[in-house]
């Protein structure tokens, strides 16, 4: 057992009793707060794998942003505690096996690239012909080889808070 | 076999060494974190004339430890109906968050070569490639030691310090992130060493030194960075979240003993992160503000050192109390000693070159945060949402435009 896989196994039970919490958690808060230890185990995957800014970018807008804003809004609504309601019936039998295709899928994608995995596993970081790891890598891939789509995706964004901003707006009295 | 285990063992070597560095930077910001109080105390009073702290030891320089044991054994009552676990999590978040700050900060070039190993001064090691980011990333979590201490309190005044808080941080966390980008542009990398090593080039008139530095090109860069700097570590004049008049405490009102000096903690250890990173990124870090060619400026912490030590063995042997009399002449005698035998030991001497010049900085932007707090008045709620998100931001987006297009001027018209 060497020390990435040690940290790999802690990261990953921490993100795993994060998820699990999150749902059985009774208060939004608390449901939150496990919802950012998530994203923390997360980001430390992504550094396990050399991938230092997706890190880095992880923790400053899904754990920073995102989860300050989550945070922000039930103290504000001042949000109590939750009222469990019986489990659906929809959820049973339909949920069982929409968990058995998830699961299938993801073995399934396993055992298909069981090489690059192996490879992983010896050098410790993501093959570098993909290139994606390292930050340079990746803003040559933003801002050069897919450049319109990302530009479209800014777009997008920016017509959401053009959105967000005329539906905040008061009404002209 | 054999080598694995020689592997082990450096690897080993590296962990304790390691282990050893947490322990004395940890001892090292405690100590500097608690005579920051004293200092601040002491500066605020002297503009304001009065003494400030003068019966603990010599000069007060005793009191950081006496308010150090009133913490200690202050009782510590938690308030009713309060959510335990956020309310105990908060301030270890608040104290843990701005502790592993400072632990990316480099604090000079060269290594100290002991046993074979190089060890640098810092925690981090150097090749850090996403410093700066890592420390935006730890910034970005800062909010929620405030914000959580406030919701967790069960009281009205930190439920709203908490709130106030959290939209601050988050208006003002834009500005600071978009007014660093001109200097990364600049630097090429997210990495503070290289940030560092990147304002060491002659510039413009050929001078190096101070003229190379990255605050002539970012000026504004710097403006926008410190405003909002001091808006994400709550200090005058933006301090809002603890706002006395209004809010009793802010998000700490319900917080006692040494729950309140974990809160208290943090906040000077933010100050001091944020002192390096204004040093490093606009003032160039452990470069010296002279240029290269001037070696009798090596000199210099000897001809500050003598001075200050024998001054105060000067005004120890007046002191009124017998404390003070051996205490005071006791401290200068060591300062003048350090300074000779910095003289004595020129490799010493060019070691400490560039840690003197950083601390110096460093000591710089802490005094101007006391001098704010001294001056300033406090601003209003809609005065600092509007200075955030109609000053600040658009200034920040408009450096990185300014310097895209230098640079880019630089790369294509003027290389030709």
Redesign the interface.
């Known amino acids: 057992m060497t020390a990435p896989l040690i940290v790999f196994f802690v990261l990953a039970a921490l993100a795993v009793i994060g998820a699990v919490s999150l749902i059985l958690q009774k208060h939004p808060i608390h449901s939150a707060l496990s919802l950012i230890v998530v994203m923390i185990a997360l980001a430390g995957l992504y550094l396990l794998l050399g991938a230092e800014f997706v890190a880095a970018v992880q923790i400053i807008v899904y754990g920073g942003a995102i989860m300050v804003l989550f945070v922000f809004v039930i103290m504000l609504l001042n949000a109590g505690i939750e009222e469990h309601t019986s489990v659906s019936k929809m959820a049973g039998p339909p949920g069982l096996l929409l968990v058995v295709a998830l699961a299938g899928l993801i073995a399934a994608t396993i055992v298909r690239s069981t090489d690059s995995i192996q490879s992983t596993l010896q050098t410790g970081e993501m093959s570098s012909s993909l290139g994606v790891s390292k930050t340079l890598g990746i803003s040559n891939m933003i801002f050069k080889d897919f450049v319109y789509p990302f530009e479209l995706t800014s777009f997008l964004i920016l017509v959401a808070v053009l959105g967000a901003t005329v539906l905040a707006q008061r009404e002209k009295g | 076999m054999i080598s694995y285990f020689s592997h082990l063992l450096s690897a080993n070597v590296e962990l304790a060494i390691t282990i050893a560095k947490i322990i004395l930077l940890l001892f090292i910001v405690l100590t500097v974190n608690a005579y920051l109080t004293w200092f601040e105390r002491k500066v605020v009073a002297h503009m304001q004339s009065r003494w400030g702290p003068h019966r603990v030891g010599p000069h007060g320089l005793l009191q950081p430890l006496a308010d150090g044991v009133k913490f200690l054994f202050k009782e510590d009552p938690t308030p009713a109906g309060v ?1 335990k ?2 309310y105990y999590l908060a301030p270890l978040l608040a104290l843990a968050l701005a502790l592993t700050g400072i632990a990316l900060i480099p604090f000079g070039p060269d290594p100290i070569r002991l046993f074979g190993h190089d060890i640098y001064l810092g925690i981090a090691p150097p090749d850090v ?2 410093g700066i ?2 420390l ?2 730890i ?3 800062g ?2 030691g405030v ?2 201490a ?2 967790s309190s069960n009281s009205k005044y930190p ?1 709203l310090g ?2 106030r808080s ?2 601050q ?2 208006s003002y ?1 834009l500005a600071l ?1 978009m007014s660093v980008v001109g200097v990364l542009l600049m630097a090429g990398s ?1 990495n503070l060493k290289k940030i560092i090593e990147a304002q060491a080039a002659p510039g413009i008139f050929g001078w190096g030194g101070i003229s190379s530095w990255n605050i002539w090109p970012q000026l504004l860069g710097f403006f926008c960075f410190f405003v909002a700097a001091i808006a994400e570590t709550n200090r005058v004049p933006f301090d809002l979240p603890e706002a006395e008049s209004e809010l009793v405490a802010g998000f700490h009102t319900e917080y006692a003993s040494f729950k309140f000096a974990m809160f208290f903690i943090a906040e000077y250890t933010s100050m001091i992160t944020v002192s390096c990173l204004c040093s490093i990124m606009f003032f160039g870090g452990w470069l010296s503000p002279f240029p290269a060619s001037w070696t009798f400026t090596h000199y210099l912490p000897s001809a500050i050192l003598i001075p200050f030590g024998l001054w105060v063995i000067w005004d120890g042997i007046r002191y009124e109390t017998i404390f003070g009399r051996i205490i005071l002449p006791g401290i200068g005698t060591a300062m003048a000693g350090a300074g000779g035998a910095l003289i004595l030991l020129p490799g010493v001497n060019l070691f400490i070159q560039g840690p003197f010049w950083l601390l110096s900085k460093i000591l710089v932007f802490l005094f101007v945060y006391v001098w704010m707090r001294g001056t300033l008045p406090r601003f209003r709620y809609d005065q600092l949402m509007a200075f955030g998100w109609k000053l600040l931001l658009p200034l920040s987006i408009v450096n990185v435009i300014a310097t895209s297009f230098i640079i880019l001027a630089k790369m294509t018209w003027w290389a030709k």
């Open positions: 959510d676990f956020v490639n996403i980011l890592a935006f990333a910034t970005a979590m909010v929620y914000a959580l406030g919701w439920l908490g709130l959290s939209a941080m988050i966390e992130t997210f």
